[in-house]
């Protein structure tokens, strides 16, 4: 075992003791949760949906702005047009139309505080909220056995275009859901703690 992988072990055994099960719990969810691109034609009850789009809803924001829409496809029909559109040429993929459902997530340009921000301090603090509120979701679908993956790589005009939306609409995110058609495990490929952090000065 390297140096920094035994530092990872030594933090990751710190958090357990000092955070106790929730912690340990909420780690276990965030190390099942990975992008599935192989889904199986098992119907998401609405229900479920329904959880992982409050997880989104309670997702903090810059000026609590709550810049986004979720637009959740699960009829047949309209996502074989969604999908089409979406996945063509040079965005080209097969997998996600397994998924029974896609979501497609509208970015608002936020609230005019937020904006404000936006233009003085020269940050997308609405790119921010929308990472926040769909990793929500992610994470929710994840604690409910479904699998999603996130989808920067789409035909963004395509999309707007199936689903009637005005072509000023920004659409950043697509998020398939369903479940996974096989188990997997798979290890995180990630940089170490002490990679990508450090404590006070260096
Ligand atoms: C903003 C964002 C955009 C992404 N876009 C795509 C995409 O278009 N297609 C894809 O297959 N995966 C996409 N991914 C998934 C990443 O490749 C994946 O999260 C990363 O490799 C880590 O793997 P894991 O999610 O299985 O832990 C995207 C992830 C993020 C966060």
Redesign the pocket.
Known sequence: MTLSEKNDKLVAELLSYFCGGFMDDFLKLVNT?????NYSDKKVPREDILKCLEAARLAPSACNSQPWKFIIVDDTELKEKLCLAAYSAPYA?SWPKKAPVIAVIVTERGNFTSRMGNMIKDTSFYLIDI?IAVEHFALQAAELGLGT??????NEKGVKKALGLSSSTRV???MPLGYPATKEE?K???KTIKEISYFNTK
């Open positions: 949760r990975y992008s599935c691109r993929a990472g993956c996130w989808m920067g790589w789409f950043d995110i697509i798979r995180k490929v990630r």
